[in-house]
């Protein structure tokens, strides 16, 4: 209808549509968007179609589970021995729904057909923890305790164990250490067993074989790209400049696999804590982490496999791409990437976290009747953050630490923080003032080595900094009446865009992270009844 619409004749000085001309649909109405008014309630009426999309999920549980003291304890702790053991039963089931002009993929953008889905999954599990205090006002440690736990899981086609160790130690009452050690493991969902497979769109800066749009920085089109093979192009279509998609955005054929495996992820923490006597109301926590995640439920993605063919001669990553026998496009037509769910290889990521609060009267201060301050600062510093594709490939692991784009979606800054002032008043009153700040990034443009580059001459290669500033209030006016209200963005930032930013974003920027909307006010009240 969209096509029908913009295709307008002149009848008698009368824009008419050509399908009413001759005959093909009689109901069509000119879709003018060169003129101001052009875009007429009757011409919205014959374009538009309401997409509805129906779904049903259910969950059933059902749990026995004893908790106790045992009574027995450490002889160095006057503190007892804890456990807690049980049995669990989960069904989830999901069921959804389209409309007719979604499955026909009839919605603007849609990018395929969107089929429905039904399934279900269960699980039976026995689990059991312990926490076993070992000591507590004695020389060597003013508290400590170990603390395990276990969870075996039988689904459908396989069984899973779940397990944690952890430790805690306080030398004296103002310093705590504490480590842990887990197996955490995730089986694939419904959703992911089951949806249904059709087209989709994926974003890469450019296509591998067009030798016009092709950056500089990145040398010639792979001599693989040009032969009769279903993923190559002829030599005239890679000259042709209409193999690159002006929205970045191409097609891909995603969907379920009910062959999936649990994912399994080890985690490893090692923290401090100070609570120091000399400063009253005032502590910090230092924690350190990493998290490795082994065949993670995920894509390959379609710009790895774009990747692992043209630039590693993966002949499996080849098998994957379907390119539009007309003219060669991976987004008109017919071509597509295929990239189902799958177990890749897996995901690692690590850094510090920093947590500190502390609280002043103002009295201490000689400000009297005046309340108190509350300060609190949360901030992260991430080392790494890396992606292994499983391919084996010298690409196939790549590090998005400060990047973000087609291969790392959002900003993954290695620093970010939030930090928080709030004054407690003496009149039912408190106000709070927020500092958020992310770090910088830079497009990450995948190479053959697995290195990311910022994209050579890019004019979005990076993305600021940003610092935002937030105010609120709250007002007990009754015990049972609050009003808040503030203002977030409180400069009206702008967010960092970037052309690059495709399906994984918004508006050309990532309002995962960004504020997209700019400066934003709110205000409620909550009473109880």
Known sequence: RLGRALDVVDVAGTPTCRSVVNGTDPNCVPYDVFIVGGLTQAALDYVQVPLVYTGETTQQVVTAAITGDTGWSMPTSSDTVKVAFGAEYRRDSLSSTPDVSFTSG????????????????????????????????????????????????????????????????????????????????????????????????????????????????????????????????????????????PAGQYNQITGGNPNLNPEEADTFTLGVVFQPSFLPRFNLSIDYFDIQIDGAIQTIGAGNTLNLCYNSGDAAACSRISRNPANGALWVGSGFVQNLNNNIGGFETSGIDFNANYGIDLEDLGVMNAGSLQFSFVGTWLESLVTDSGTGTPDAVYDCTGFYGAFCGPTNPEWRHRARMTWLSPWDVDVSGTWRFYGEGEIGVLGPDGSLNNGGTRIDRYLDSINYFDLAATWQVMDNVTLRAGVNNVLDTDPPLSYGVGTTGNGNTYPQLYDARGRYFFFGITANF
Do not use: M
């Open 106 to 245: 009839d919605g603007a953008g849609q990018g395929g057909p969107t089929i429905g889905l039904a399934g279900s999954a269960d699980v039976a599990e026995l689990f059991g923890e312990i926490q076993i205090p070992l000591a507590d006002n004695q020389p060597w440690a003013y508290s400590a305790s170990i603390d395990a736990a276990y969870r075996r899981s039988e689904y459908d086609k396989f069984g899973t164990d779940t397990y944690k160790v952890g430790a805690d130690w306080a030398p004296i009452e103002d310093v705590r250490f504490r480590t842990s050690y887990s197996r955490a493991v995730r089986a694939p969902n419904v959703i992911e067993l089951f949806a249904a497979q059709g087209f989709n769109l994926f974003d890469i800066d450019f296509d591998p074989c067009d030798a016009v749009n092709r950056p500089v920085a990145n040398g010639p089109v792979p001599a693989s790209c040009i032969g009769g093979a279903a993923h190559q192009v002829t030599a005239g279509q890679s000259t042709s400049g209409n193999l690159d998609s």
